[in-house]
Protein backbone atom coordinates (compact mmCIF):
# COMPACT_ATOMS: atom_id res chain seq x y z
CA UNK A 1 0.00 0.00 0.00
CA UNK A 2 1.42 3.57 -0.91
CA UNK A 3 2.31 5.62 1.56
CA UNK A 4 -0.04 7.99 0.74
CA UNK A 5 -2.93 6.18 1.42
CA UNK A 6 -1.86 4.74 4.64
CA UNK A 7 -4.25 5.91 8.29
CA UNK A 8 -1.74 8.64 9.14
CA UNK A 9 -1.47 10.35 5.98
CA UNK A 10 -5.18 10.25 5.35
CA UNK A 11 -6.00 11.76 8.77
CA UNK A 12 -3.40 14.68 7.83
CA UNK A 13 -4.69 15.72 4.83
CA UNK A 14 -8.31 14.99 6.74
CA UNK A 15 -7.47 17.91 9.15
CA UNK A 16 -5.75 19.90 6.10
CA UNK A 17 -9.30 20.40 4.69
CA UNK A 18 -11.11 21.13 7.47
CA UNK A 19 -12.54 24.64 7.67
CA UNK A 20 -10.35 26.78 9.91
CA UNK A 21 -13.15 27.96 12.56
CA UNK A 22 -14.12 24.26 12.88
CA UNK A 23 -14.44 23.17 16.41
CA UNK A 24 -14.83 27.49 17.40
CA UNK A 25 -17.96 28.78 18.89
CA UNK A 26 -17.88 32.51 19.36
CA UNK A 27 -20.17 34.28 20.93
CA UNK A 28 -22.77 36.09 18.75
CA UNK A 29 -22.02 39.78 19.44
CA UNK A 30 -25.02 42.17 18.56
CA UNK A 31 -24.40 45.86 17.69
CA UNK A 32 -25.46 47.76 20.81
CA UNK A 33 -28.23 50.13 20.47
CA UNK A 34 -26.94 53.52 19.31
CA UNK A 35 -29.79 56.16 21.35
CA UNK A 36 -30.31 59.55 20.95
CA UNK A 37 -32.72 61.84 22.77
CA UNK A 38 -34.67 64.33 21.23
CA UNK A 39 -36.65 66.25 23.30
CA UNK A 40 -39.51 63.78 24.56
CA UNK A 41 -38.80 61.02 22.73
CA UNK A 42 -35.76 57.99 22.57
CA UNK A 43 -34.04 57.23 19.24
CA UNK A 44 -33.09 53.85 18.33
CA UNK A 45 -30.63 54.90 15.39
CA UNK A 46 -29.32 51.35 14.41
CA UNK A 47 -32.61 49.27 15.42
CA UNK A 48 -33.14 48.62 11.83
CA UNK A 49 -29.98 47.09 11.39
CA UNK A 50 -30.28 44.85 14.28
CA UNK A 51 -33.55 43.07 12.89
CA UNK A 52 -31.91 42.31 9.46
CA UNK A 53 -29.08 40.92 11.40
CA UNK A 54 -31.27 38.34 13.28
CA UNK A 55 -33.37 38.11 10.26
CA UNK A 56 -36.59 38.91 12.05
CA UNK A 57 -39.55 40.89 11.23
CA UNK A 58 -39.00 44.32 12.40
CA UNK A 59 -42.91 44.53 13.33
CA UNK A 60 -42.45 41.57 15.36
CA UNK A 61 -39.37 42.92 16.81
CA UNK A 62 -41.25 46.29 18.06
CA UNK A 63 -43.98 44.71 19.08
CA UNK A 64 -42.31 42.54 21.47
CA UNK A 65 -39.98 45.36 23.02
CA UNK A 66 -42.95 47.84 23.25
CA UNK A 67 -44.91 45.36 25.45
CA UNK A 68 -41.70 44.91 27.79
CA UNK A 69 -40.37 48.22 28.22
CA UNK A 70 -44.35 49.36 29.03
CA UNK A 71 -43.99 52.08 26.21
CA UNK A 72 -45.33 53.61 22.43
CA UNK A 73 -43.14 53.66 19.39
CA UNK A 74 -43.15 53.52 15.61
CA UNK A 75 -40.22 52.66 13.63
CA UNK A 76 -39.13 56.03 11.20
CA UNK A 77 -37.28 54.20 8.16
CA UNK A 78 -34.02 52.20 9.82
CA UNK A 79 -34.69 54.04 13.34
CA UNK A 80 -36.87 52.89 15.87
CA UNK A 81 -38.83 56.43 17.87
CA UNK A 82 -39.62 55.59 21.14
CA UNK A 83 -42.12 57.86 23.00
CA UNK A 84 -40.72 59.16 26.24
CA UNK A 85 -37.26 58.44 27.60
CA UNK A 86 -35.87 55.00 27.26
CA UNK A 87 -33.14 54.25 29.84
CA UNK A 88 -30.01 52.22 27.67
CA UNK A 89 -29.43 49.42 30.14
CA UNK A 90 -32.97 48.45 30.43
CA UNK A 91 -33.13 48.52 26.41
CA UNK A 92 -30.16 46.17 26.08
CA UNK A 93 -31.69 43.63 28.70
CA UNK A 94 -35.07 43.80 26.35
CA UNK A 95 -32.90 43.53 23.44
CA UNK A 96 -30.74 40.18 25.17
CA UNK A 97 -34.43 38.70 26.14
CA UNK A 98 -35.57 38.53 23.01
CA UNK A 99 -32.57 36.91 21.57
CA UNK A 100 -32.81 34.25 24.12
CA UNK A 101 -36.79 33.67 23.45
CA UNK A 102 -37.08 34.50 19.82
CA UNK A 103 -33.32 33.99 18.08
CA UNK A 104 -31.33 31.64 19.88
CA UNK A 105 -31.37 27.86 19.89
CA UNK A 106 -31.32 26.36 23.25
CA UNK A 107 -29.36 23.13 22.11
CA UNK A 108 -26.85 24.40 20.23
CA UNK A 109 -26.81 28.22 21.23
CA UNK A 110 -26.36 29.68 17.58
CA UNK A 111 -28.20 32.73 16.15
CA UNK A 112 -29.35 30.35 12.97
CA UNK A 113 -33.00 30.06 13.43
CA UNK A 114 -35.54 31.05 11.77
CA UNK A 115 -39.73 31.40 13.16
CA UNK A 116 -42.56 29.08 12.08
CA UNK A 117 -46.32 29.51 12.56
CA UNK A 118 -47.79 26.05 13.63
CA UNK A 119 -51.36 26.72 14.08
CA UNK A 120 -51.33 28.91 16.85
CA UNK A 121 -47.90 27.58 18.32
CA UNK A 122 -44.41 29.88 17.32
CA UNK A 123 -41.92 27.23 16.85
CA UNK A 124 -38.12 28.44 16.63
CA UNK A 125 -36.60 26.11 14.28
CA UNK A 126 -32.55 26.13 13.96
CA UNK A 127 -30.60 25.38 10.84
CA UNK A 128 -27.38 24.69 12.65
CA UNK A 129 -28.46 21.60 14.42
CA UNK A 130 -31.79 20.97 13.19
CA UNK A 131 -33.41 21.39 16.49
CA UNK A 132 -36.92 22.89 17.29
CA UNK A 133 -38.95 24.31 20.28
CA UNK A 134 -42.23 25.83 20.77
CA UNK A 135 -41.73 29.43 22.15
CA UNK A 136 -41.97 30.39 25.22
CA UNK A 137 -42.36 34.14 26.06
CA UNK A 138 -41.43 35.28 29.89
CA UNK A 139 -42.57 38.68 30.35
CA UNK A 140 -40.40 40.56 32.29
CA UNK A 141 -41.96 41.87 35.15
CA UNK A 142 -40.89 45.54 35.45
CA UNK A 143 -41.31 47.30 38.73
CA UNK A 144 -43.65 50.24 38.85
CA UNK A 145 -42.86 53.74 39.34
CA UNK A 146 -44.83 53.45 43.19
CA UNK A 147 -42.50 50.87 43.94
CA UNK A 148 -39.55 52.88 42.85
CA UNK A 149 -39.95 55.93 43.67
CA UNK A 150 -39.77 55.87 47.98
CA UNK A 151 -37.13 58.08 50.00
CA UNK A 152 -33.72 56.25 50.31
CA UNK A 153 -34.38 54.56 46.99
CA UNK A 154 -30.69 55.28 45.02
CA UNK A 155 -32.04 55.05 41.21
CA UNK A 156 -30.37 55.64 37.88
CA UNK A 157 -32.24 57.29 34.93
CA UNK A 158 -32.10 59.67 31.99
CA UNK A 159 -33.28 63.50 32.51
CA UNK A 160 -35.85 64.26 30.53
CA UNK A 161 -35.86 68.27 31.18
CA UNK A 162 -34.87 71.17 33.01
CA UNK A 163 -36.61 72.38 35.58
CA UNK A 164 -37.29 76.64 36.06
CA UNK A 165 -34.57 76.21 38.82
CA UNK A 166 -32.31 74.73 36.66
CA UNK A 167 -32.89 71.12 38.73
CA UNK A 168 -33.06 68.36 36.07
CA UNK A 169 -36.06 66.96 35.89
CA UNK A 170 -36.87 62.58 35.72
CA UNK A 171 -40.55 61.59 34.99
CA UNK A 172 -41.28 58.28 35.97
CA UNK A 173 -45.12 57.56 35.57
CA UNK A 174 -47.29 60.03 37.48
CA UNK A 175 -43.81 61.11 39.63
CA UNK A 176 -41.59 64.14 38.60
CA UNK A 177 -37.60 63.86 39.93
CA UNK A 178 -35.67 66.80 40.75
CA UNK A 179 -32.35 66.07 40.28
CA UNK A 180 -29.57 68.93 41.78
CA UNK A 181 -26.64 69.91 39.20
CA UNK A 182 -28.36 67.37 36.15
CA UNK A 183 -28.52 68.12 32.87
CA UNK A 184 -30.71 67.93 30.04
CA UNK A 185 -29.43 64.28 28.65
CA UNK A 186 -27.68 62.93 31.33
CA UNK A 187 -27.98 59.56 32.50
CA UNK A 188 -27.62 60.11 36.30
CA UNK A 189 -27.77 58.06 39.88
CA UNK A 190 -29.38 59.89 42.53
CA UNK A 191 -30.59 59.21 45.99
CA UNK A 192 -34.25 60.02 46.39
CA UNK A 193 -34.63 62.20 50.04
CA UNK A 194 -38.08 63.35 50.38
CA UNK A 195 -41.38 62.38 48.58
CA UNK A 196 -44.01 64.93 48.90
CA UNK A 197 -47.53 64.02 46.90
CA UNK A 198 -46.20 63.23 43.39
CA UNK A 199 -42.85 65.28 43.46
CA UNK A 200 -39.48 63.57 44.66
CA UNK A 201 -36.23 65.21 45.50
CA UNK A 202 -33.02 64.04 45.02
CA UNK A 203 -29.39 64.44 45.71
CA UNK A 204 -27.18 62.93 43.41
CA UNK A 205 -24.85 59.61 44.23
CA UNK A 206 -21.36 59.39 42.93
CA UNK A 207 -19.90 56.36 42.02
CA UNK A 208 -17.59 55.04 44.69
Known amino acids: MSDDF ?18 KHERFQIPKPE ?4 G ?4 WRNFLDLAEMLERDPSHMVGVLLRELGTAGDIDGRRLVFKGSVNSKKLEERVQAYM ?3 VTCSECHKPDTKL ?9 QCAACGAHRPVKTKKIVSQTPE ?9 TARVDDVSAKGDGVVRMGDFVIFVPGASKGQE ?11 NAFTKLVKDS
Do not use: C, H, N, W
Open 6 to 23: DYDSLLERARDELPEDTG
Open 35 to 38: LLYE
Open 40 to 43: KTTV
Open 100 to 102: DTY
Open 116 to 124: VKDGRALIL
Open 147 to 155: SQVREGKIL
Open 188 to 198: VKFQIEKVVGR
